[in-house]
């Protein structure tokens, strides 16, 4: 089971912006600054969209960013577009030497 | 950089399951990034399962580690997953992954996967 929690789903009109939580413990997110963000298209690999809380990877859109407050990360996506929609996953370090996901959360373009 | 899984996609249960990543467009030896497995099921979701650095000890995720192992090959420029005794909830698509610097670093390159169902 997953140490992480996220909304199952989050939905929003093209051009708004929608945010995305994700939270975890004093033992993951409270302590260490290694959140990841995921993109996943249906049959498609996870690509990585933001790493280490808020660093956006070389050709990643500046429509995504994001957070950390306490035991809780956040993803911004700004400018909401048609393409995405998509599976959005957290993922952070543990304590236990190792790496945990979050369930995901679907975005919705309406 | 590409990432390609291979390995059987059926598996019979109490075996093991033997994957290989080969890495084409960077070389495994000489670093300075770490190499791993994750997996993805409709149970499960996405599920780290370990990392390895060329010349360390690779790292486990705890609810595996009495039953996975990660190897690499320079000579090839390939890492391989071995998963022991498995089981149905074994049944998953199966990702090798260029990560960062650190063991459990982001996941910056993922393979296209490969389903293994254990059955």
């Known amino acids: 089971q997953s140490a992480l929690s996220q909304p199952a789903s989050v939905s929003g009109s093209p051009g708004q912006s929608i945010t995305i939580s994700c939270t975890g413990s004093?033992?993951?997110?409270?302590?260490?600054?290694?959140v990841s963000w995921y993109q996943q298209f249906p049959g498609k690999a996870p690509k990585l969209i933001i790493a280490?809380?808020?660093d956006r990877p070389s050709g990643v859109s500046h429509r995504f960013s994001g957070s950390k407050s306490g035991n809780t990360a956040s993803l911004t996506i700004s400018g909401l577009q048609a393409d995405d929609e998509a599976d959005y996953y957290c993922?952070?370090?543990?304590?236990?030497?190792?790496?945990?996901f979050g369930p995901g959360t679907k975005v919705t373009v309406l | 950089l590409q990432l390609q899984e291979s390995g059987p996609g059926l598996v019979r249960p109490s075996a093991t399951l033997a994957l290989t990543c080969t890495v084409s467009?960077?070389?495994?030896?000489?670093?300075?990034?770490?190499w791993g497995w994750i997996r993805q099921s409709p149970q499960r979701g996405l599920e780290w399962i370990g990392s390895?650095?060329?010349?360390?000890?690779?790292y486990y995720n705890p609810s595996l580690k009495s039953r996975v192992s990660i190897s690499v090959d320079t000579s090839k420029n390939h890492f391989s997953l071995k998963l022991t005794s498995v089981t149905a909830a074994d049944t998953a698509v199966y990702y090798c992954?260029?990560?960062?610097?650190?063991?459990?670093?982001?996941?910056?390159?993922w393979g296209h996967g490969t389903t293994v169902t254990v059955s």
């Open positions: 004093s033992n993951d997110i409270g302590t260490y600054n290694y």
């Open positions: 993922s952070s370090y543990v304590s236990t030497n190792s790496c945990v």
């Open positions: 280490d809380v808020s």
């Open positions: 992954a260029r990560l960062g610097l650190t063991y459990a670093s982001s996941i910056y390159v």
């Open positions: 467009g960077d070389s495994i030896e000489g670093g300075p990034y770490y």
């Open positions: 390895t650095y060329y010349t360390e000890r690779a």
